[in-house]
Protein backbone atom coordinates (compact mmCIF):
# COMPACT_ATOMS: atom_id res chain seq x y z
CA UNK A 1 0.00 0.00 0.00
CA UNK A 2 1.08 3.29 -0.89
CA UNK A 3 -1.16 5.09 1.73
CA UNK A 4 -2.80 4.24 4.77
CA UNK A 5 -6.56 3.69 3.10
CA UNK A 6 -7.19 2.60 -0.98
CA UNK A 7 -10.70 1.43 -1.82
CA UNK A 8 -10.23 -0.49 -5.33
CA UNK A 9 -12.76 -2.13 -7.70
CA UNK A 10 -11.72 -5.67 -9.05
CA UNK A 11 -13.36 -7.73 -11.51
CA UNK A 12 -11.47 -11.20 -12.16
CA UNK A 13 -12.39 -15.13 -13.11
CA UNK A 14 -9.13 -16.47 -11.68
CA UNK A 15 -6.90 -15.57 -9.35
CA UNK A 16 -3.17 -16.19 -10.46
CA UNK A 17 -1.44 -16.01 -7.35
CA UNK A 18 -1.30 -18.13 -4.29
CA UNK A 19 -0.43 -17.71 -0.82
CA UNK A 20 -0.87 -13.75 -0.66
CA UNK A 21 0.87 -12.59 2.71
CA UNK A 22 -0.86 -9.32 3.62
CA UNK A 23 0.93 -6.74 5.76
CA UNK A 24 -2.72 -4.38 6.24
CA UNK A 25 -6.23 -5.27 6.76
CA UNK A 26 -8.86 -5.68 4.01
CA UNK A 27 -12.29 -5.97 3.55
CA UNK A 28 -13.55 -7.54 0.71
CA UNK A 29 -17.14 -6.97 -0.22
CA UNK A 30 -18.48 -9.48 -3.09
CA UNK A 31 -20.48 -7.35 -5.55
CA UNK A 32 -21.17 -10.70 -7.23
CA UNK A 33 -19.98 -14.18 -7.95
CA UNK A 34 -19.48 -17.61 -5.96
CA UNK A 35 -16.25 -19.14 -5.55
CA UNK A 36 -14.10 -20.06 -2.04
CA UNK A 37 -11.26 -17.80 -0.17
CA UNK A 38 -8.81 -20.03 1.29
CA UNK A 39 -6.69 -18.51 4.61
CA UNK A 40 -3.94 -19.32 6.76
CA UNK A 41 -4.94 -23.15 5.80
CA UNK A 42 -8.99 -22.99 6.03
CA UNK A 43 -11.11 -23.04 2.82
CA UNK A 44 -14.44 -20.87 2.82
CA UNK A 45 -16.82 -20.67 0.42
CA UNK A 46 -18.01 -16.90 -0.59
CA UNK A 47 -20.90 -15.58 -2.05
CA UNK A 48 -22.82 -12.30 -3.52
CA UNK A 49 -23.37 -9.82 -0.42
CA UNK A 50 -20.74 -11.45 1.94
CA UNK A 51 -18.69 -9.20 3.61
CA UNK A 52 -15.22 -10.88 4.84
CA UNK A 53 -12.01 -9.03 6.75
CA UNK A 54 -8.35 -10.05 6.13
CA UNK A 55 -5.86 -9.08 9.06
CA UNK A 56 -2.29 -8.60 8.87
CA UNK A 57 -0.22 -11.71 8.32
CA UNK A 58 -3.03 -14.24 6.98
CA UNK A 59 -2.10 -16.00 4.04
CA UNK A 60 -4.93 -16.30 1.52
CA UNK A 61 -6.46 -16.54 -1.92
CA UNK A 62 -9.08 -16.88 -3.96
CA UNK A 63 -10.45 -19.67 -6.06
CA UNK A 64 -13.05 -18.17 -8.34
CA UNK A 65 -16.10 -19.98 -9.57
CA UNK A 66 -17.81 -17.67 -11.00
CA UNK A 67 -16.33 -14.12 -12.63
CA UNK A 68 -16.49 -12.22 -9.30
CA UNK A 69 -16.66 -8.31 -8.80
CA UNK A 70 -15.03 -7.30 -5.85
CA UNK A 71 -14.66 -4.19 -3.66
CA UNK A 72 -11.43 -4.48 -1.62
CA UNK A 73 -11.31 -1.88 1.40
CA UNK A 74 -7.63 -2.05 2.25
CA UNK A 75 -6.22 0.35 5.18
CA UNK A 76 -3.08 0.42 7.95
CA UNK A 77 -2.96 -0.20 11.89
CA UNK A 78 -2.00 3.13 11.97
CA UNK A 79 -5.01 4.65 10.50
CA UNK A 80 -7.59 2.60 12.89
CA UNK A 81 -5.42 3.92 15.61
CA UNK A 82 -5.52 7.75 14.61
CA UNK A 83 -9.14 7.76 14.14
CA UNK A 84 -10.54 9.14 17.22
CA UNK A 85 -13.49 5.77 17.30
CA UNK A 86 -16.26 7.21 19.38
CA UNK A 87 -18.26 4.77 21.97
CA UNK A 88 -16.17 1.85 20.84
CA UNK A 89 -12.90 1.02 22.67
CA UNK A 90 -10.33 -1.32 21.27
CA UNK A 91 -12.03 -1.85 18.05
CA UNK A 92 -8.68 -2.40 16.52
CA UNK A 93 -8.62 -5.89 18.81
CA UNK A 94 -12.19 -6.22 17.76
CA UNK A 95 -10.75 -6.42 13.75
CA UNK A 96 -7.62 -8.92 14.71
CA UNK A 97 -10.53 -11.21 16.74
CA UNK A 98 -12.19 -11.41 13.35
CA UNK A 99 -13.10 -15.29 13.05
CA UNK A 100 -12.00 -16.59 9.39
CA UNK A 101 -14.10 -19.98 10.04
CA UNK A 102 -17.26 -18.23 9.76
CA UNK A 103 -16.37 -16.47 6.31
CA UNK A 104 -18.83 -14.19 5.89
CA UNK A 105 -18.56 -11.43 9.25
CA UNK A 106 -21.79 -10.24 9.04
CA UNK A 107 -24.13 -11.26 12.02
CA UNK A 108 -26.68 -8.85 12.12
CA UNK A 109 -29.40 -9.51 9.19
CA UNK A 110 -30.08 -5.95 9.45
CA UNK A 111 -26.69 -4.46 8.69
CA UNK A 112 -26.74 -6.54 5.12
CA UNK A 113 -28.92 -3.41 3.38
CA UNK A 114 -26.35 -0.89 5.24
CA UNK A 115 -23.44 -2.14 3.89
CA UNK A 116 -24.41 -2.83 0.64
CA UNK A 117 -26.00 1.00 0.12
CA UNK A 118 -22.51 2.14 1.51
CA UNK A 119 -20.67 -0.32 -1.12
CA UNK A 120 -22.73 1.56 -3.67
CA UNK A 121 -21.86 4.83 -2.27
CA UNK A 122 -17.81 4.03 -2.24
CA UNK A 123 -18.16 2.87 -6.12
CA UNK A 124 -20.24 5.85 -7.07
CA UNK A 125 -17.05 7.41 -5.76
CA UNK A 126 -14.75 5.42 -7.86
CA UNK A 127 -16.63 5.57 -11.18
CA UNK A 128 -17.82 9.52 -10.64
CA UNK A 129 -14.66 11.41 -8.34
CA UNK A 130 -17.00 14.79 -7.25
CA UNK A 131 -15.36 17.70 -4.76
CA UNK A 132 -14.34 16.05 -1.47
CA UNK A 133 -14.80 12.68 -2.74
CA UNK A 134 -11.73 11.66 -0.61
CA UNK A 135 -13.33 13.12 2.90
CA UNK A 136 -16.86 10.65 1.40
CA UNK A 137 -14.56 7.62 1.06
CA UNK A 138 -12.91 7.84 4.61
CA UNK A 139 -16.04 8.50 6.70
CA UNK A 140 -18.05 5.55 4.69
CA UNK A 141 -15.27 3.42 5.37
CA UNK A 142 -15.19 4.53 8.89
CA UNK A 143 -18.85 3.39 8.84
CA UNK A 144 -17.89 0.04 6.94
CA UNK A 145 -15.32 -0.39 10.19
CA UNK A 146 -17.75 0.08 12.90
CA UNK A 147 -20.11 -2.04 11.69
CA UNK A 148 -17.23 -4.91 10.74
CA UNK A 149 -16.80 -4.43 14.61
CA UNK A 150 -19.83 -5.16 16.02
CA UNK A 151 -20.42 -8.21 14.07
CA UNK A 152 -17.37 -9.48 15.36
CA UNK A 153 -18.02 -8.93 18.79
CA UNK A 154 -21.25 -10.71 18.55
CA UNK A 155 -19.69 -14.10 18.90
CA UNK A 156 -21.99 -16.68 19.73
CA UNK A 157 -21.13 -20.18 21.72
CA UNK A 158 -19.72 -22.75 19.03
CA UNK A 159 -22.55 -24.84 19.78
CA UNK A 160 -25.86 -22.64 19.73
CA UNK A 161 -28.06 -24.63 17.82
CA UNK A 162 -29.05 -23.31 14.16
CA UNK A 163 -32.67 -23.30 15.11
CA UNK A 164 -32.06 -21.25 18.32
CA UNK A 165 -35.31 -19.09 19.36
CA UNK A 166 -35.12 -15.74 19.52
CA UNK A 167 -34.84 -15.61 23.67
CA UNK A 168 -31.53 -17.60 23.84
CA UNK A 169 -30.22 -14.83 21.22
CA UNK A 170 -31.37 -12.13 23.44
CA UNK A 171 -30.69 -13.38 26.79
CA UNK A 172 -26.53 -13.50 25.29
CA UNK A 173 -27.11 -9.99 23.85
CA UNK A 174 -28.17 -8.89 26.80
CA UNK A 175 -24.77 -10.84 28.52
CA UNK A 176 -22.88 -9.18 25.88
CA UNK A 177 -23.94 -5.59 26.65
CA UNK A 178 -23.85 -6.08 30.21
CA UNK A 179 -21.03 -8.15 30.57
CA UNK A 180 -18.65 -5.07 32.71
CA UNK A 181 -21.83 -4.89 35.30
CA UNK A 182 -21.34 -7.78 37.64
CA UNK A 183 -24.60 -7.39 39.88
CA UNK A 184 -26.23 -7.61 36.04
CA UNK A 185 -24.57 -10.89 35.44
CA UNK A 186 -26.83 -12.57 38.35
CA UNK A 187 -28.41 -15.54 37.01
CA UNK A 188 -31.74 -14.39 39.72
CA UNK A 189 -30.64 -10.79 37.56
CA UNK A 190 -30.81 -12.17 34.03
CA UNK A 191 -33.72 -15.02 35.32
CA UNK A 192 -35.86 -12.26 36.22
CA UNK A 193 -34.95 -10.17 33.16
CA UNK A 194 -36.06 -12.63 30.76
CA UNK A 195 -39.13 -13.87 33.03
CA UNK A 196 -37.37 -17.60 33.14
CA UNK A 197 -37.10 -19.33 36.93
CA UNK A 198 -33.70 -18.86 37.95
CA UNK A 199 -33.41 -22.89 37.78
CA UNK A 200 -34.95 -23.86 34.41
CA UNK A 201 -31.86 -20.81 33.00
CA UNK A 202 -29.54 -22.98 33.41
CA UNK A 203 -31.12 -25.84 31.78
CA UNK A 204 -32.56 -23.53 29.01
CA UNK A 205 -28.93 -22.42 28.47
CA UNK A 206 -26.78 -25.45 28.56
CA UNK A 207 -29.45 -27.18 25.88
CA UNK A 208 -29.66 -24.24 23.57
CA UNK A 209 -26.13 -23.44 23.98
CA UNK A 210 -24.27 -26.64 24.89
CA UNK A 211 -22.28 -25.14 27.67
CA UNK A 212 -23.18 -23.70 30.81
CA UNK A 213 -24.28 -19.74 30.96
CA UNK A 214 -21.32 -19.72 33.13
CA UNK A 215 -19.00 -20.63 31.12
CA UNK A 216 -19.98 -18.70 28.36
CA UNK A 217 -19.72 -15.20 30.69
CA UNK A 218 -16.48 -16.79 31.99
CA UNK A 219 -14.77 -17.33 28.17
CA UNK A 220 -16.42 -14.39 26.86
CA UNK A 221 -14.76 -11.96 29.89
CA UNK A 222 -11.47 -13.73 29.08
CA UNK A 223 -11.64 -12.83 25.39
CA UNK A 224 -11.99 -9.05 26.33
CA UNK A 225 -9.40 -9.31 29.07
CA UNK A 226 -7.14 -10.48 26.53
CA UNK A 227 -8.00 -7.71 24.25
CA UNK A 228 -7.04 -5.53 26.69
CA UNK A 229 -3.72 -6.70 27.31
CA UNK A 230 -2.73 -7.71 23.88
CA UNK A 231 -3.70 -4.14 21.80
CA UNK A 232 -4.08 -1.87 24.63
CA UNK A 233 -1.49 0.01 27.31
CA UNK A 234 -3.98 -0.21 30.16
CA UNK A 235 -2.45 -0.79 33.27
CA UNK A 236 -4.08 -3.86 35.42
CA UNK A 237 -5.36 -1.87 38.27
CA UNK A 238 -7.76 -0.15 35.33
CA UNK A 239 -8.58 -3.61 33.76
CA UNK A 240 -9.58 -4.54 36.85
CA UNK A 241 -11.92 -1.42 37.51
CA UNK A 242 -13.50 -1.68 34.24
CA UNK A 243 -14.93 -5.47 34.76
CA UNK A 244 -16.26 -5.08 38.43
CA UNK A 245 -13.26 -7.09 39.53
CA UNK A 246 -12.75 -5.63 43.62
CA UNK A 247 -8.80 -5.40 42.45
CA UNK A 248 -5.70 -6.50 40.92
CA UNK A 249 -5.49 -9.37 42.53
CA UNK A 250 -9.21 -10.70 42.27
CA UNK A 251 -8.30 -10.34 38.59
CA UNK A 252 -5.57 -12.11 38.19
CA UNK A 253 -6.59 -15.10 40.47
CA UNK A 254 -9.61 -14.98 37.91
CA UNK A 255 -7.47 -14.81 34.79
CA UNK A 256 -4.93 -17.61 35.65
CA UNK A 257 -7.97 -19.92 36.37
CA UNK A 258 -9.09 -19.62 32.86
CA UNK A 259 -5.31 -19.25 30.98
CA UNK A 260 -2.83 -20.63 33.58
CA UNK A 261 -0.73 -17.52 33.05
CA UNK A 262 -1.10 -14.27 35.03
CA UNK A 263 -1.90 -11.35 33.24
CA UNK A 264 1.79 -9.65 33.60
CA UNK A 265 2.98 -13.02 31.68
CA UNK A 266 0.08 -13.48 28.99
CA UNK A 267 1.12 -9.81 28.61
CA UNK A 268 4.84 -10.66 27.76
CA UNK A 269 3.86 -13.41 25.94
CA UNK A 270 1.89 -11.55 23.49
CA UNK A 271 4.49 -8.96 23.29
CA UNK A 272 7.27 -11.14 22.52
Known amino acids: M ?9 KV ?26 INGHRIAYQTGNLMLLTPNDYYNF ?28 IECLLYYSTHLTGCILR ?20 HSDLYEEDLQMH ?28 IQDIIDYIQTNIFSPQKLKVSVIAEAFDISDTYLGTYFKNQCGETIQHFMANYKIRLIEHRLQFSDRRINEIADEFGFADESHLNKFFKKHKSLSLTQYRKSKAA
Open 2 to 10: HQSLEVLYK
Open 13 to 38: DHCPLKDLQLTFFQMAYIISGKGFLS
Open 63 to 90: DIEETTEFLLIRFTSDYVKKYKWKNISE
Open 108 to 127: NVSDYPLVKSIIRSLLQGIE
Open 140 to 167: FVNALIVIAARNIAKIKPANLKVNADKR
